[in-house]
Each structure stands twice: as C-alpha cells, then as structure tokens.
C-alpha cells in the first residue's frame, strides 16, 4: 500500500465542511493533517469534528510548520490569489475553489508558478468530470442530436444568505472581488465552455435586483445585509463561432425555479438536464429521425462508452492523485479556468458598453 497522501484544507467554511472534509480519506488513498482558518474557534471546531490533527490561522504557518503535499483551498473567493501563489511557491500541489484569481494575468501567474515547481493546479468548479455532462458530450460527438448548435445555461439560486447554511457573516458574496458572476456564473460559463469548447465573444445584461436581503439561517438569521454594490442577476450571450451560441442566465435572484439547469439543441433534437448532478442522472434526450419518421422524448441507456460516476465534489482530489501519480494532466484544467475567468473579467465591459466584446485565450 503506497503512503496516503497529506492534505491541508485552507478555509474552513460551509464548502469545506460540507464536501470536502467529509470525503478526503474516501476519495483518495489522502489523509487531512491539517486545516487553515483565520477564525480560530472555526479551525479548532474542524479538527474536533473531523479528527484533523492540527490547525493553523494562516497559511504561512501551515507552509513554515506542515508537512503536506496537496492544498485544497476553499477560503473566501477574494483570498484565493494570494494562497495559492503561496501554496504553489512552497512546491504544492493545489486544487482551487472558484475563482483562482480576480483577473486573468493573476490567474497566469498562478498557471507558470505551478509549472516552475513541477507541481499540480487544478481550477475547480468540477463540471467536467460529472458523468450526466460526459454522456451528453458522447452522445454530440456520436451526432445522436445533430449539430449541436445551441445551450441554455440557468445557473442561479436565491442567494448565499438563502439558499446555503453557513456561520459565517455571507456579506461577503456581495462585496467586490465576489458577487453571483464570480460565484455563480463561472458554474454556467465553465459548463457552456465544456460542451462547445472556447468561446469567441460575450455580451450582456445585468441588474442589482435586491440592494438589501435578510440572512435567513445560521449565527447571522435575521439580519438584513445591503447588497447593492455589484448586479445580481445577469444574462450572458455567449458566440462560439459557425452557428454556436449560448445563453448563461445566473444569478442570486431565484428563490426557486422549475427551468432545466441546462439544454442543449442540435438539428435532431435536444439534451435535457432537470436532475441534480451530483445523483449521476441520465439526462432526457429528444430525438427527430427524419429518415425512420419518428420523433419523441427518452431516458436513454448510458451506452457503451460509460463515463465514471461522481462521488462528492471532492473528486476532484481523486483526479489531482491519479494526474500525480500517472504524471498526466488533471481533468479541470486551470487554461480552461482562465478562459473562463477572461469571459468574466469582460463581462462589466460588455454590459458598460451595450456590445458584444472579443475574447482572446483559449484552452
Ligand atoms: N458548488 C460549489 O462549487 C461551491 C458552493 C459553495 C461555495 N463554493 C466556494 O467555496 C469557497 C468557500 O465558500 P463557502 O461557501 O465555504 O464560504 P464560507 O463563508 O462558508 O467559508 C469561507 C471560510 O473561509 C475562511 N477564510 C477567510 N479568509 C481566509 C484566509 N485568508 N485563509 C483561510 N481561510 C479564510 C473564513 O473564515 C470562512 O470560514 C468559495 O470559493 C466559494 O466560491 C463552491
């Protein structure tokens, strides 16, 4: 048996809690020696609740004082530059929360560092390993809906201080360097990205909905938090070139909605995603065979060609140990997350503007 990796888990939040430390020591032959929290009682919780056997409360101290090999950093969006660069510089290997960096020349910086070290980078979020996702890609490649020319992306929820549980003041989803486009459109982006490769152009629209919401769970129920500094709801329109296009529609601004997370439409038909990603489910498929005269809806049979199956939102860790072991590239490349991040970072150009704006980097 080959010695289990060490982890150290940077950030200790709802995230953290809920996916990763759960299922580190499942995922991966990994074990958790440590975590990292600037609140204390927060890291000291962890460790209590999930056997880690010491924390920090930053991350110089896990550098200076850890023996680690793998980083996974799930802090707050706007630290994630600096820790990863730290991380990376030590000679880590690091698997990054969304987004990795606030623009792109800081997320390239991040992409050479790793490269310098000889060491791993993987840019989650993890939509490109989910098994619904593979299938659909299988079945476009094997022509099951034609030319697959179109996507419609919803990617929105009613909001961090609504729809997720967390301890923590969730005031600084709303504050700069945040916001739903980082947190929540770089989920559609990156799965509309996934389906037609890089995107050439993006334009869009988007509003501040709700200057002020109430925190409706954990320490801070109750309390009413302004967020009227960035948009909360944004339209995307995404031009991929030839006659592919996609529409990102993502926000903090549905409390609920019954739309399909995603469809995809071809010349003979559509792919229809209605079913939680993390449950493996078989998405629905539209088929028009013109030559058999006949049309309809199925639930298809994953074919021959089976895509592997998610087990938490930590397989990512999985794909980061084997891409080690096997001196391979991991599935979640960070060239994919720059490009990404690219159509972020243009996005306020093309709402200032009201034009369509070109996009440069590719993956
Ligand atoms: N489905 C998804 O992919 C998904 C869902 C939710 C959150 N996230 C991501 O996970 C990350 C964390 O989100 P969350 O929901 O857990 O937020 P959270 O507010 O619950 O937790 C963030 C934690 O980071 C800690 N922190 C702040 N600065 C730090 C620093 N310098 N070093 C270490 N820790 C620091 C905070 O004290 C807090 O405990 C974010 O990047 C977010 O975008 C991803």
């Given at each position: ?16 809690r809920g996916?990763?430390?759960?299922n ?16 204390e ?29 793998i980083?996974?950093?799930?802090a707050?969006?706007?630290e ?8 990376l ?9 969304k ?6 020349e800081?997320?390239t ?7 310098k ?15 619904d ?11 099951v809906?034609g ?7 919803n ?15 969730p005031?600084?989803?709303?504050e ?6 980082i ?40 309390k009413v938090?302004?967020t ?5 709801q ?31 439409y ?6 229809c995603?209605t079913e ?7 998405p ?11 049309r ?10 089976i ?7 930590c ?7 084997d ?10 490349s ?30």
């Amino acid at each position: 048996m080959k010695k289990a990796w060490k982890v150290a888990v940077v950030g200790c939040g709802g995230f953290a809690r809920g996916q990763y430390l759960p299922n580190i020591r499942s995922e991966a032959n990994a074990d958790i020696v440590a975590v990292v929290d600037p609140i204390e009682e927060t890291a000291k919780k962890v460790c209590e609740d999930f056997n880690v056997p010491v924390y920090y409360t930053n991350v110089d101290d896990l550098i200076a004082n850890c023996d680690f090999g793998i980083a996974i950093d799930a802090a707050i969006i706007q630290e994630h530059y600096e820790i990863n660069m730290k991380l990376l510089k030590a000679g880590k290997h690091v698997i990054s929360q969304k987004t990795a960096a606030p623009t792109v020349e800081k997320l390239t910086e991040q992409i050479e560092m790793a490269k310098k070290m000889n060491v791993k980078f993987v840019c989650v979020p993890i939509h490109p390993m989910r098994y619904d996702l593979n299938l659909a890609k299988q079945w476009i490649k094997d022509g099951v809906i034609g030319d697959a020319y179109f996507a419609k992306c919803n990617m929105s929820h009613g909001g961090p201080e609504y729809f997720q549980y967390r301890d923590v003041n969730p005031i600084w989803f709303y504050e700069d360097g945040a916001g739903a486009l980082i947190d929540m459109g770089v989920h559609g982006l990156q799965i509309v990205t996934t389906i037609f490769g890089p995107a050439k152009k993006v334009a869009c629209m988007a509003k501040i909905t709700c200057p002020a919401r109430m925190v409706r769970s954990g320490s801070f129920d109750g309390k009413v938090i302004q967020t009227d500094k960035i948009p909360d709801q944004y339209v995307i329109t995404l031009d991929f070139g030839d006659n592919k296009m996609a529409v990102v529609d993502t926000g903090f601004s549905q409390k609920a909605s019954k739309t399909p997370a995603l469809e995809i439409y071809g010349d003979l038909g559509t792919i229809c995603f209605t079913e939680g990603y993390m449950t493996n489910p078989i998405p629905e498929v539209y088929v028009d065979n013109p030559e058999k005269g006949i049309r309809g809806w199925m639930k298809p049979m994953p074919g021959v060609k089976i895509p592997k199956k998610l087990k938490s939102q930590c397989c990512c860790l999985a794909d980061m140990v084997d891409a080690i072991e096997k001196d391979r590239d991991p599935v979640l490349s960070a060239e994919h997350a720059r490009h990404v991040l690219e159509i972020i970072c243009k996005i306020p150009e093309a709402i200032k503007s009201g034009t369509t704006v070109e996009l440069e980097t590719t993956f």
